[in-house]
Structure formats: C-alpha cells, structure tokens
C-alpha cells in the first residue's frame, strides 16, 4: 500500500512537471514571436511552430532526468518550498545549457553523418530561452504548491493519511509526535507509544493527549491491529537492545521504518575511508567543503562581501555618526573570537554597548534585557545591523557569509570542558549567518541545539546550502525577535 501511494505520488509529480514544461515551452515561443512585445529582426523571420517542437520532447526528457539525479521525485518526510525553488532554479539552469550544447553540436558537427544518427535541432533565440527559463520555474514552482495544497486538503478531510507509531515515549519521541503533528501537510496521525519504561493507558501531553500502548514487546501486535503505516524508532542509545528488537520485529511488516538517532550522542563529520599501504584507515571528521568547493565558496565571500561594503558605505557612516553622537566611546567595537582550526581574530561590529561594559563583571553572555546595552544599540542588534562591520572580516578571510557563529574565546573553553566535541565545529570558518541562526538558535538558546544545526551545516554543505540560508536569512530581515 505505502510504495504504490508512494508511486503515485511519484508519478503525479512526474506529470505535473510535464504538464509545466509543455505549457511553458508554447508560452515562450507564442511570447517571444507572436505577442509584439520583442520585435523580431525581419531578417531572420518568424520560425516555424513545427522547428520548434520537434526539440519540445527533448527538454521534457532533460529536465526530468536532471529531477531524477536530483532525488526530486524520491519520498521525503518534509520538502521546504525553498529547497522546491533552489531544485527547481537549478535545474532549470542545467537544461538550457544541455540543450544549447546539444543544439550547437548538432548543428555544427552532425550535419554530414549518416541519416540514423541526423537530428535537426533549431538554433534557439536567446530572448525564447530567458522566457523560457524564468517561466518553467515559476510554472513548476505553481504546480507543486498545487498539489501540496490538494494534498492537504485531504489530509484534512481524513483522506490518505498514515498511521504512525513512536517506539520510545521519552523527550525525543514525544518530541517527534510533537513535530508531526504540527507539519499537518505531511498527513501523519500518531496513533500512540510504545515503550518499556511508561505505564500501559497512560496519555502523553501531545495535541490533545497520545496512549502508550505497553512495551516494545508489543510492537507486532499494535502494527496489526492499528493499520500503522509508518514506526519511528526515538530510543536512546543506551536502549539499544530495545532498538534491535522493534527492527527486527517491524521488518517482518509493509511499513516504512523510520530511525531517529541520538543526534548529541552522535555528534561526528562523516567518514572517510582511505588506503595506508593496504590498511584500512577511517577518519570521521571529515568535511565536504574541500579543493574546488572550497574554492568557490571563498570566490563567492569576496565578491558578495566587496559588493556589500561598496553598497552599504554610506549606511555606515550614517550609524557611526548616530553611535557616536548617542553614547561615550568608540564607534566599532572589536573582539577576539575563535574562528577555524581554532585560529583567533577579531571580530568588528558597531559599539552596542556602553564603554568599557565588562571591567566590572569580566566576560558574559549578553541577555535581551542587558542594562548595558544602549538605546541605539538595542535598535541596531534587534535588526542585526551592529554586525555588517564583519562584511570586512569577511572580505580578509576570517570569516564566510554562511558558517557556525564564532565564539569568544572564553566561552569556547567552557564549552569544550562541557561538550568534548565542541571543536568539531571549528572544521569550517565562522560566518556572518548560520544554519542554527535562520532557525531561531541564537545567543541565549541551547548551546546543544545550535551544535546540532552548526553539525548538520557541516556534514551537509553546498553551495545551494549556502544560497538557502543566506535567502531565508534575507527574507526574515536579520531581526532578532528577542531584542523586541
């Protein structure tokens, strides 16, 4: 039941993408020719309709076969409308450029061979491609949102939903339900509990109240009688007997088993396994941000943080001047942080706070509410504005656009005494927003919680990564809720 819903999902989506680029395939072209908008040099003419489509199949095949590289059409848990866009961005990207390679070697070089292997492929107008491209994004973008909307829909109607069960009633797998129960388009209804350490009939705090339906033990039994779709296995590690029994059990079932690991407990980079003269060796520290990656992230820091120092100068001397004319001190305030491989340097932001704020207390965490903080200060931190100076830190190398947040070095000390895997962190330069960040982890929240979103950045950099938090740091406009 759950691989054929699952297939015609798939195939749903397939169709919609089809549906997408067929429509906008014939939009571009009625647009680009036919509309009057763009004139048409007389000496070329008006193509045929007919030369066009004859390249209409080869597009449809491009881009769904960049989609299936791209695990577009594979079942996922949650598909944030960002990561849709960037996909879809991309691939968007990637298919002009195979069709205009395929349109030229075709035109230039297969001309002469043999009848089988001829294909007559138009030299597509650029002005067709540009509509083109802005087009299929947008269409694509619409079509989906159409059929989560739909799907929602009859989630709330009780259609296609999926039963879950959570085996393990701790804080993670309340935690779980928790999260299910609010993401509503994913159409899962947590049926109940299973776990060895809670009382049988007992209703957990989850959307209205959840049962614990007995011990682990019972897990075939409750899959049965329950119609369970999906079991999430949230247990400890130190359960993990436990763990290898609700495995074993719910293998023997046409369920989807989930397993949601102790992520603190599991805090590493990923592995690499390498040769030494014919012993294996695994280093798990690894990262994935090494030679050209690493290269094009530096490439785009220097030009993102040159272009914003340029734009953003006279918005500098507009805030230093107010700084300066409000409270006693310097206008920039520089600090020594931790950066990667654990190098220093210091970090420049506009002075938020009154002169010499520490002598009297040393180094601490600053709170929303700190009477140190001054009346402009509290404005420029609330909209992140007392950080833009780092624009220079970023242009020098210290830091990135995108990264862990650096810590003083004070307090790294104090965290790697807590946490032993603390430095892991610093595998990476600090940055200017992070993953932990956009997701509302900032100063004052839960040390573990932002190390688990800094290791999730790590283990999973990309460009496109870097793209996503920059766009949602953009679109929540650097204000911190906290200082309002």
Known sequence: MISRYQARLSALF????????????????????????????????????????????????????????????????????????????????????????????????????????????????????????????????????????????????????????????????????????????????VKGFLDNRRTPGMMLPVNGGVPVFGPVSELGRIVETQGIHEVYVAL????????????????????????????????????????????????????????????????????ASGLGLVALSPFFLIFAVIVKATSRGPVFYHQERIGMDGKRFNIHKFRTMVTDAEVKTGPVMCTPDDPRITAVGRFLRKYSIDEWPQLVNIFRGDMSLVGPRPERPEFVKEFTDRIPKYMLRHKMKSGLTGWAQVHGLRQGTSIEKRLEHDFYYIQNWSFALDLKIIWMTLRRGFIDKSMG
Do not use: C
């Open 236 to 303: 400890e590690l130190k359960n993990y007997p436990e763990i290898l029994e609700a495995l074993q059990v719910v293998n023997k079932y046409p369920v989807n088993v989930r397993l949601i690991p102790d992520l603190f407990q599991l805090l590493t980079l990923k592995a690499n396994v390498q040769d030494l003269d014919g012993f294996p060796v695994i280093s798990i520290d690894e990262v994935p941000l090494r030679g050209a990656r690493r290269v094009l992230k530096r490439s785009f820091d220097l030009a």
């Open 14 to 189: 397939v169709a919609s993408d089809v549906l997408a680029i067929t429509a906008t395939f014939i939009y571009s072209f009625a647009f680009r020719f036919h509309s009057y908008f763009i004139p048409v040099d007389p000496a070329k003419g008006i193509p045929t309709w007919a030369s066009y489509l004859v390249a209409l199949p080869i597009f449809i095949a491009i881009h769904l076969g960049i989609f299936f590289l791209q695990g577009f059409y594979k079942s996922r848990l949650r598909r944030t409308k960002i990561d849709d866009f960037f996909s879809i961005t991309i691939n968007a990207a990637l298919a002009i450029l195979a069709v205009i390679l395929l349109s030229s070697y075709f035109n230039a070089y297969a001309s002469g061979t043999a009848p089988l292997f001829r294909l007559n492929i138009v030299k597509f107008s650029h002005l067709f491609l540009a509509v083109y491209f802005v087009g299929v994004i947008l269409t694509i973008s619409f079509l989906r949102n159409q059929i989560y909307f739909l799907m929602k829909r009859r989630f709330a109607r009780g259609l296609n939903l999926r039963n879950v069960l959570v085996v393990g009633a701790g804080e993670m797998g309340v935690a779980v339900a928790q999260k299910l129960f609010q993401y509503k388009d994913l159409g899962f209804v």
